[in-house]
């Protein structure tokens, strides 16, 4: 369906971002140039958008993704499965340019190092992004707005959203190209957010503050919430003078690719039942158990 076609529908949420394929492989030691080493390797649906669109489908939450996939087949059997876990697809097929695909080293332990090529989420425009039904929500995954081909249709998307009177979130999406794209220019872009969903490097890049509290509290100084993950150490909820910790869930750690939107889509789940009054601590115990599900298997869903 086109974004025109599902502007009347009753979704709660909208989700905008990448589609990928990723590409997961398990090292079982450091790399060794100039030879080989035995790795498990296994090709999952990706993509921080859809991660998020995939696991509130699958919490029960009636979600919309937005997004652009090549004419290829990754990019039909991606919608493909994304449909059939219960995603509404706004999502466009760009002519000529791949679907994207992302390659996540996995070292023992569960960190990874990702090799992006964004391929068709590149081609994302404005008029491919539905708005949330009255009342609903609006997820903007940041990877939306840190390339200029993109960014046009996040910026339309979040100043649409607010206008209609929808709540907001955001995540910075990663470190190394929000350090690029600039982090003035990202607040500024990302004012009007109700909720921002930083990791701890993320806010401490944003604000400069070293410790993860202090972080948490200056950011939700420019925004009503903010929900800062810690890893292991579970994750915050600053609103006002509020401030709420919750810790992980207890499991063992295979791959950490997708725990952040996992996470994400866990919080969304509680946010969006009960948009201004959502319990912070459901909240964040909803998205440290959905985060548990994913880490303790390879890929993001």
Request: aromatic share 2%; net charge negative; charged share 15%.
């Amino acid at each position: 369906m086109t974004a025109a076609q599902l502007a009347g529908t009753a979704a709660r949420v909208v989700v905008v971002g990448d589609v990928c394929t990723d590409v997961v492989a398990l090292l079982a030691g450091e790399p060794s140039p100039d030879s080989d080493r035995p790795t498990a390797i296994a090709t999952r649906g990706g993509g921080a958008g859809a991660n998020v669109a995939a696991h509130l489908a699958a919490l029960g939450t009636p979600v919309v993704l937005a997004g652009c996939v090549g004419d290829d087949l990754p990019g039909q059997a991606l919608c493909r499965d994304l449909a059939d876990g219960g995603v509404a697809l706004a999502v466009r097929t760009v002519p000529g340019v791949p679907t994207g695909t992302i390659i996540s080293l996995v070292e023992p332990g569960g960190e990874r190092s990702m090799l992006a090529d964004r391929g068709a989420n590149l081609a994302l425009r404005p008029d491919d992004v539905p708005l949330p039904a009255p009342g609903g929500h609006l997820h903007l995954s940041g990877y939306t707005l840190l390339d200029d081909r993109p960014r046009a249709a996040g910026l339309a998307a979040l100043a649409a959203a607010r206008a209609a009177g929808c709540t907001v979130s955001v995540d910075p999406a990663s470190t190394g190209p929000l350090r690029g794209y600039g982090v003035d220019r990202w607040l500024a872009d990302t004012a009007a957010a109700t909720l921002v969903l930083p990791n701890a490097d993320e806010a401490r890049l944003l604000t400069g503050c070293t410790d993860p509290e202090a972080a948490a509290r200056a950011l939700a100084g420019q925004h009503p919430v903010v929900v800062v993950t810690l890893g292991a150490d579970g994750a915050l909820w600053a609103a006002g003078d509020l401030l709420v910790h919750r810790p992980a869930r207890p499991t063992t750690v295979v791959d950490t690719t997708g725990a952040g939107d996992a996470f994400t889509a866990g919080v969304l789940s509680v946010w969006t039942a009960a948009p201004g009054a959502a319990d912070p601590a459901a909240a964040l115990e909803a998205g440290a158990l959905r985060a548990a599900t994913v880490v303790g298997r390879p890929g993001a869903r």
